[in-house]
């Protein structure tokens, strides 16, 4: 394989419970750099939240973040592609995540101008805001707040058990469809939503084939979650981390140890080096 372009989810893939990256992932990381291979970090964290990892690494690429809604340089701060949710949609999403059913069961985390914003602080919005290491804006209500403001980059719904999130994923797809918004999880309590056109494998092929002019058969990816199987899909050599939902594995050509195992080093050593 001639693999030019290495793109890494974070959490539950580079990113362990204790928010950091393994020396042995790090040095493969770096290891694979030497050469020539360049390393991208594409994620569904904010930007400001991901870009202490993307330093981490020493990527010298722009960071796709928020799902692939945004991909920006670090180096230079410039905004390279951007895909907010139109507000309309935004609107209407919010509508239905604060119906009865739902109104217990999830938070609605906002992201605008990459900050987070809530109807209230909640204990699962502070443990959130600690692992991301960026603070909340509590705005009181979000309709009157969004409409006040520009359309968000994402939506996401942190729901009280894996089982809500499931229930809330088949509801809400039933109620928009993939022209108006992209669904996604990034974690059994995570529901997200981006603009239609915004995931990872977008955003990973924007970087690959407009900023660095190869082709989908020189990119390496690995993820772990269903937020992942876009870039899963695009990539020409493709991981899923042994901790990934098995929906997930089946997309990959190959299935690494799971992130205690360092699987990502594995997969680097075994198809890198």
Known sequence: MDIRLLALDLDGTIVGHNNQISPRVQEAITAAQSKGIQVAVATGR??????????????????????????????????????????????????????????????????????????????????YAARSNVPVNAVGNLETFLKNN????????????????????????????????????????????????ANKGTGVCYLAEQIL?????????IGDNYNDVSMLSYAGFSVAMGNAPEQVKEVAQWVAPTIELEGVAVAIEKFLL
């Not at 799902?67 to 670090?74: E, F, K, S, T, V």
């Not at 359309?151 to 229930?167: N, R």
């Open 150 to 197: 520009a359309e968000p980059t994402k939506i996401l719904a942190v729901g009280t058990s894996p089982k809500v999130i499931k229930q809330l994923m088949s509801t809400l797809q039933g109620y928009f469809t993939s022209d108006q918004l992209y669904l996604t999880q990034s974690t059994p309590v995570f529901f997200e939503a981006t603009h239609h056109n």
């Open 213 to 221: 002019g190869l082709t989908a058969e020189q990119v390496m990816t």
């Open 46 to 127: 904010m930007y400001t939240s991901a870009r202490k990892y993307h330093q981490t690494i020493v990527s010298a690429l722009p960071l796709i973040a928020y799902n692939g809604a945004l991909i920006q340089d670090p180096l230079t701060e410039k905004i390279l592609y951007h895909l907010p949710v139109p507000l309309d949609t935004a609107l209407d999403l919010i509508n239905e995540l604060e119906k009865p059913q739902w109104r217990s069961k999830v938070n609605i985390h906002l992201y605008l101008n990459d900050q987070l914003y809530v109807s209230q602080i909640t204990e699962e919005t502070e443990r």
